[in-house]
């Protein structure tokens, strides 16, 4: 059987409702601080409330940037760029062993993944049956109850757990995670 060539595929993650309320919730607080920059009957000097509003707005683009992403699987592994535009570190392919897919409702996600959007973390590794095969490959789990990933988790559901060589493992929530998990599986048969 022939090595495939390497795969160029464009992903997405998207923000699902809680990262859409922590980023309206953000904004929100800093039109709050507009109007009460504006209004005579506060204490508040108007460019100090100018300035503490916009403080306010860049963090919540910081965080929409966190959760709405673009990445790339190509021959040197998986790349996340922020906002679609700002490049991180790639995931190296050297470092994958295997790619699965896994499940993580909403009533589990932050107790399993930690808060929306951290680029990396202890995750609980859960139970084998949150897990499905990817092209044949065998469904592996860390053995500790935590494991140490890097990770661009923006909404529950179902997600790509990539599973590394050492001690680090990956874990990505695309907009299609089948293709996204096909496209790292060719990518790691490529290298072989």
């Not at 309206?24 to 507009?34: F, H, Q, R």
């Not at 399993?112 to 990817?134: C, I």
């Not at 890097?150 to 493992?169: C, D, F, K, N, Y």
């Amino acid at each position: 059987m022939s090595r495939p060539d390497p795969p160029f595929y464009v992903g997405r993650t998207r923000p699902g409702v809680l990262g859409w309320t922590r980023v309206g919730l953000t904004a929100a607080m800093s039109v709050i601080m507009l109007v009460l920059g504006r209004s005579a009957s506060t204490t508040i000097p108007p460019l100090l409330a100018v300035l503490i509003a916009a403080v306010i707005a860049l963090m919540a683009l910081w965080s929409w940037s966190r959760l709405w992403t673009r990445f790339i699987v190509d021959e040197h592994g998986v790349t996340v760029s922020r906002g679609g535009f700002w490049p991180q570190r790639p995931w190296p392919l050297a470092d994958f062993r295997t790619v699965q897919l896994r499940e993580i409702p909403s009533s589990s996600l932050g107790v399993t993944v930690g808060p929306l959007g951290r680029p990396a973390g202890r995750v609980m590794v859960g139970e084998p049956g949150e897990r499905r095969v990817v092209a044949g490959r065998p469904v592996r789990t860390p053995e500790d109850v935590q494991a140490r990933y890097r990770m661009q988790v923006s909404a529950p559901g179902t997600m790509v757990e990539i599973i590394g060589r050492g001690q680090t493992h990956y874990l990505l929530s695309p907009v299609d995670p089948e293709r996204t998990a096909l496209a790292i599986d060719q990518a790691i048969r490529a290298r072989r």
